[in-house]
């Protein structure tokens, strides 16, 4: 499938994409002439302003597909295109001032220091042999900013925790300022806080720089919020491209997922954790404290009904520290100051009258 076969409305439709591909087959070759087909074939499109994030379940081929877009592994078979050159026609310096990649499970270079390293992403501009000028220093100086790793400069690379050297790596790419940038899970080795600012850069780089921006991860959240486009390889190497609203609406997000019994559930945008199989409670309120109620509720195995037939009701209040609570069973009304004591007292009083 095509991404023009898909609804669009993001705001970089009309922009002349930076990276096609066109009837990509990717995947390796094996022994003699076999080979393994991982996914296509691919038409797809990157456009400047865009971010797109890649989802697929492990082992569907993103790493692959990350590669094959930056000319590290060959395709088994289809057209590449990087800035409406074949990117076989490329030399490597042309390739690498037009995109960067992060490939961050690759440990390298660990005995440079981070500044070292990152002064390296401005080789593309200067030649190998070639010296910064000021201006390549000041790149390095911004890429170092806006990354968060200006107080790592002097140290070894290789005495990086995880997360500081991803960040290092993302560094080098930003160094590199390319109009293509290509990262393969980013976010794997960062704690929550720092997840969120990368994705929020990344955004700002796509929108203020007009930068394409193609980044692999398994944080669905994260990337429903921030993509402008998702590509969702499912295992069966079948793209599907879209907003991430028409994959949610359509189905197509939850298709990709759908094994073990894990459902993705479209209302919360969410996976659940726990099934609802318990009694049933309609929660009536809304806001902070309704939603939370909701959840708790959810996991201590109550099923949530909208239906004011439901044989208990909880109101829920906003209130200062929380919330107040009121469930009402059989006529009978009693007040709740936390969520602990709302189930607890569920826990006693409530038995579902029989079907
Ligand atoms: N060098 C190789 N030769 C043959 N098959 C390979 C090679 N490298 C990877 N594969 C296979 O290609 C498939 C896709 O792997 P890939 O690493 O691209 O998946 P992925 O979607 O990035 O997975 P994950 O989410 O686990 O990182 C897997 O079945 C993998 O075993």
């Known amino acids: 499938m095509t991404e023009n076969d898909n609804l669009s409305v993001s705001p970089h439709e009309y922009a002349a994409p930076l990276l096609t591909s066109k009837d990509l087959t990717i995947g390796y070759r094996t022994s003699g002439r076999a080979t393994k087909v991982i996914a296509g074939p691919l038409s797809l499109a990157l456009r400047p302003g865009e971010l797109v994030c890649l989802l697929g379940p492990n082992g569907a081929g993103k790493s ?27 030399g490597a310096a042309a390739r690498a001032r037009q995109l960067s990649i992060v490939l961050t499970d690759r440990v390298e270079a660990s005995g440079l220091t981070v500044l070292e390293l990152v002064r390296l992403g401005r080789h593309p501009h200067t030649g190998w042999l070639g010296s910064l000028s000021a201006h ?11 990354t968060g790793t200006a107080a790592f400069a002097p140290r070894p690379v290789g005495e990086l925790s995880d997360g500081e050297r991803q960040k290092v790596l993302l560094a080098r790419a930003l160094a590199q300022d390319t109009p293509v940038v290509l990262l393969d ?9 720092n997840r969120v600012s990368l994705m929020r850069l990344l955004h700002r780089l796509a929108r203020q720089l007009g930068k394409a921006i193609l980044l692999s991860t398994h944080e669905l959240d994260l990337a429903l919020q921030a993509a402008d486009r998702i590509w969702l390889l499912p295992a069966d190497g079948r793209l599907h491209a879209g907003t991430p609203e028409d994959l949610v609406l359509s189905g197509t997000f939850a298709a990709a997922f759908a094994r073990d019994g894990l459902a993705f559930d479209p209302a919360t945008g969410t996976f659940p954790l726990h099934a609802a199989q318990g009694p049933t409670v309609q929660v009536v309120g ?31 209040s906003e209130a200062p520290g929380g919330g107040r609570w009121m469930s009402e069973i059989d006529g009978k009304q009693q007040v709740y100051n936390t969520v602990q004591g709302l189930l607890a007292g569920l826990r006693t009083q409530y038995h579902p009258r029989k079907p």
């Open 136 to 146: 390549d220093e000041a790149q390095v100086q911004a890429a170092l900013a806006a």
């Open 286 to 316: 809304e806001g902070p404290a309704a939603f939370w109620t909701r959840r708790a509720l959810t996991r201590a195995g109550y099923t949530l009904t909208t239906s004011p037939a439901a044989p208990c009701q909880v109101a829920v």
């Open 185 to 193: 899970e980013p976010t794997a080795h960062l704690d929550l806080p």
């Open 64 to 90: 692959t597909l990350m590669r094959t877009l930056a000319g590290l592994q060959p395709p088994l078979a289809g057209r590449l295109d990087l800035g409406g050159t074949p990117l076989t026609d490329l």
